[in-house]
């Protein structure tokens, strides 16, 4: 029952970052220069009109009295409506995070299903041509930016292989560029982190025990070393998780899958606080929980780690 | 580690297979339906709600509605859901004769009860002041002829009634479902039902067949909104979408060179401009103004920004306006004359800033607009900054100078007046009133007389140098040379019924 109460009290910790973070964004939205009002209606809109709407959205009240209603509106579930597209923010939020959560799942899928392999073969195979050649890999995919290893991609697999379509969800072959892209820097973390880590491992002087007494280097590296090796590894995916998340906002317009990244930056363009602010805070739980189970899958790797404590 | 590998490289190379197999049929056509990619987001499909309508909304609402006139590609009017109209001699009474046996995509029959309340609602509504001006109320005459009676004259009422404003709505549909149903499923007499929307990802428009003009080729256009300017350039490419909306100038010559990829240029309803603080600080002073607007050569700009395609503009009037004053020549680019107005000027060096919206090709235009105006000696600095900043500075008129896009759905001279609305923005330019004033004569003249009248117009802007007009705005289309009918349309939307496979 340790593990529950240990989420719980995670779970409670995210009320006060949920309220750090949302009221940071509040002021920073409400600070920045700008009639909305103005911007729905457009430049023929009459002074009452736009005093009419500001009254509407509730832009006439004092900044704090503001903040403290949309989140009491918040808690009731009622994140309002978007003031440049006239639909519910839960409700596209919902129709929009399975894309995303689906694009982030496969990106770090993959990363995983490839990374951790090639880090503990190079790990394994020090200074060998296949070690070379993933950190080789690791600083290229560190260094490239999303948007134009993208576009680079898109240009290669679309326009001159034809293997792929360059945008879209329309069927699973959309969703190959978008995974690899979104999942790269992730795959070069991945890399790096299984690699370091299975190299301090086996320097270790338990793994020279198991080498003594006889054990093959497949039964050293499977029962003895991997296990451990995959903590700091299992913390790294959590983390590259979140930012995936995040990540996805720069791969979801590049190839137009209609997630919540996507959702975000017309928000942010338009200055359509009501998405902004409801699409932050669901990313912020989103994290929170993912960090969450993150520490619960270790405690479970690891023994030696007292949620209790 | 070797058995890993080859089993790597055989699922890498079936998945191309696989891959490469659904490539070709995404590019292959099923020859009766069209992606048209844009990357604006319509979302509002009924123009009479009190939320009101846009630009991009147009796309939508010009398939899926029908007016009584019709706007085509070049600013022309032609004859729609009236067959035909006269207006009376003192330009106040416009009897429509309206066509019979015309179809809404409920079923029910377009008369002249829908055509009054499409009008008596949309004037009353948001966008009632700015596309149907002068309206004053409609008679019906028959169930096939209405009479549209202005409280005074307005030469230019028939763009009123070719925008969009004026796409005639079901009085009976309204009734049964208000303006939020006719919002989330709306119905026109258009060649398109509106079908389907997802925000900020697509819209599916179906072929309507007992259109009255006959049902339309394309059976199915889906209307895909992606904001990544690259992705949609690539898809086109790939053959994921048939029809790109507004691609670059530049990237429209690179598309003429490619194999199966066609390009229309037109010119939109739009003035670019730079518009001057005449009012206060340093644009209060007219020699300054002067010395900035002879300081400006559009051409280098025209060339910068649009390879020389535009239309340069003399005075603040598009020569595709009703009432376009021909007989004006404008200020001619000139340093030497430019020098000597800023040597006669009170400036003292202070900064000189352009606001413009960031990340436009109107940043580019101030940004060559700042070394000209440096090679006279003027401190000029760009201020580009987003879009509601910067629409913001616009309306408090805090700036020194803008750049400003206006487009105009009615294509008329009279758009000119808009920005010279006395007491609209608070203080403004001194001879606003005036200005203003002349524009309300100009509503009710014709021919000559309404010629002379917006030359005179010009001629003040051009002598107080308020204003300096750039060049006329450009709209562009790119589409598969398979596809005939594409047309870049001076509003920049489409009338999809054109639209045919080869």
């Known amino acids: 029952m340790d593990w529950l109460k240990y989420a719980l009290k995670r779970l409670l910790m995210l009320i006060p970052v949920i309220i750090c973070v949302t009221f940071i964004l509040f002021v920073i939205l409400s600070l920045a220069p700008g009639d909305v009002a103005r911007m729905v209606l457009g430049a023929d809109a009459t002074a009452e009109q736009i005093a009419a709407l500001n009254h509407e959205m509730g832009l006439d009240k004092p900044l704090l009295i503001r903040y403290v209603s949309y989140m009491l509106d918040a808690v009731r579930l009622d994140f309002g409506t978007s003031w440049t597209g006239n639909f519910d923010v839960l409700e596209e939020f919902s129709f929009r995070l399975p894309y995303t959560l689906l694009v982030s799942t496969l990106a770090i899928c993959f990363a995983i299903a490839v990374g951790v392999p090639l880090g503990i073969a190079s790990a394994i195979k020090q200074y060998s041509l296949l070690d070379y050649g993933c950190t080789f890999v690791v600083m290229l995919l560190f260094s490239m930016p999303a948007f134009w290893l993208g576009t680079m991609c898109q240009i290669f697999f679309c326009l001159m292989l034809r293997w792929l379509p360059v945008s879209g969800v329309g069927s699973w072959t959309c969703y190959i560029l978008p995974t690899i892209i979104l999942g790269a820097n992730t795959l070069a973390s991945m890399i790096r982190m299984s690699r370091t880590s299975m190299l301090d491992v086996i320097k270790m002087d338990y793994i020279r025990t198991a080498r003594a007494k006889g054990n093959s280097q497949k039964d050293v590296i499977l029962h003895h070393a991997i296990r451990n090796s995959l903590i700091p590894v299992v913390t790294q995916i959590g983390i590259n998780f979140a930012g995936t998340i995040g990540g996805a906002v720069v791969t979801e317009n590049i190839f137009a899958i209609p997630g919540i990244g996507s959702m975000l930056i017309n928000a942010v363009k338009g200055r359509d606080v009501p998405v902004v602010m409801g699409t932050v805070i669901f990313i912020t739980v989103i994290v929170g929980v993912i960090n969450l189970i993150v520490d619960l899958v270790c405690a479970l790797i690891d023994p030696r780690i007292d949620l209790a404590s | ?502």
Not at chain 2, 121 to 132: D, E, Q, R, V
Not at chain 2, 169 to 198: H, M, N, Q, R
Not at chain 2, 279 to 291: E, H, T
Request: charged content about 20%; glycine content about 8%; proline content about 3%.
């Open chain 2, 1 to 502: 580690m070797k058995k890993v590998g080859l089993i790597l490289l055989v699922a890498l190379l079936s998945m191309s297979i696989f891959a490469a197999g659904s490539g070709e049929s995404t590019a292959s056509q099923d020859k009766d339906s069209v992606t048209l990619v844009v990357s604006g987001n319509p979302y509002r499909f009924y123009a009479l709600s009190e939320t009101g309508c846009g630009g991009d909304d147009n796309l939508v609402l010009s398939n899926v509605y029908d007016c009584l006139l019709c706007l085509e590609a070049d600013g022309s009017l032609t004859p729609a859901l009236a067959e035909s109209y006269e207006v009376s001699d003192d330009g106040l009474v416009y009897t429509f004769h309206l066509r019979q046996g015309v179809k809404f995509h409920n079923g029910t029959e377009m008369t002249a009860e829908d055509v009054k309340f499409t009008f008596d609602k949309g004037a009353a509504g948001p966008l009632g002041s700015a596309l149907f001006i002068n309206y004053d109320h409609c008679n019906i005459i028959d169930d096939y002829t209405v009479e549209i009676v202005l409280s005074s004259p307005f030469a230019a009422f028939p763009y009123g009634v070719a925008s969009r404003l004026g796409g005639i709505c079901s009085k009976s549909y309204w009734e049964e479902v208000g303006d939020e149903g006719y919002l989330a499923s709306p119905v026109g007499t258009g060649a398109y039902k509106f079908v389907e929307y997802v925000n900020a990802d697509h819209v599916t428009l179906e072929a309507f067949e007992d259109y009255w003009r006959g049902a339309p080729s394309i059976k199915k256009v889906t209307i895909a909104l992606v904001a990544d300017v690259n992705t949609q350039i690539l898809g086109l490419q790939n053959g994921d979408y048939d029809v790109m909306r507004d691609p670059s100038i530049e990237m429209c010559q690179r598309f003429e060179k490619m194999n199966g990829i066609s390009t229309s240029i037109g010119d939109s309803t739009a003035r670019i401009t730079m518009t001057l603080n005449a009012w206060s600080g340093i644009g209060a002073d007219l020699n300054f103004r002067k010395a900035v607007q002879a300081a400006i050569n559009k051409d280098d700009i025209n060339a910068a920004v649009n390879n020389g395609e535009a239309t340069i503009l003399t005075v603040d009037i598009c020569p595709m306006y009703g009432g376009y004053p021909d007989q004006i020549e404008g200020v001619p680019y000139d340093v030497e004359a430019a020098k000597e107005y800023l040597a006669s000027s009170s400036y003292n060096g202070e900064e000189f800033a352009i606001n413009v919206q960031a990340g436009t090709t109107y940043e580019t235009v101030a940004r060559v607009i700042q070394a000209q105006l440096m090679e006279i000696g003027i401190n000029c600095t760009v201020e580009a900054v987003d879009n509601m900043t910067y629409q913001s500075k616009l309306t408090e008129r805090n700036y020194d100078a803008s750049i400003i896009n206006e487009a105009s759905s009615l294509i008329d001279a009279d758009s000119i007046s808009t920005q010279f609305i006395p007491g609209r923005f608070g203080q403004s330019y001194p001879r606003e009133a005036e200005i203003y004033e002349m524009a309300q004569l100009g509503r009710g003249l014709s021919g000559d007389e309404r010629k002379e009248l917006y030359g005179d117009i010009a001629q003040i802007l051009l002598d107080e140098a308020y204003t300096v007009p750039l060049y006329n705005g450009i709209n562009t289309v790119a589409y598969n040379s398979q596809l005939d009918g594409v047309e870049a349309h001076c509003l920049g939307y489409y009338n999809f019924r054109y639209w045919s496979w080869k």
